[in-house]
């Protein structure tokens, strides 16, 4: 029997699926990280697991700023411009 919340959290995964919706969710932050909410693992170079200690959303530094990389620290803040505004990548190259 798995605990509480780890069954939750399949059965939310699995309703995701069902409907068509992705199990993970980045949303570009303007002037700022990279926020990763949902089923994810964050790994380094060589394949080593970042413990979370339970955290379910993180941020990611995309300004290169923070002394906690790749974790956001919040130094981005009035030290990096960028608009997030989505868009279409052009067709991938075959
Ligand atoms: S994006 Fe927040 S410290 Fe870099």
Known sequence: MQPYVVQNSLHALALLQIQGMAATKLTINSNGSVKIEGDFEIVDKEGRVYGLNG??????????????KPFCDGSHKGHFEHEAVAFDLPPKKV
């Open 55 to 68: 955290r379910e959303i993180v941020s990611l530094c995309r300004c290169g700023q923070s002394s906690n």
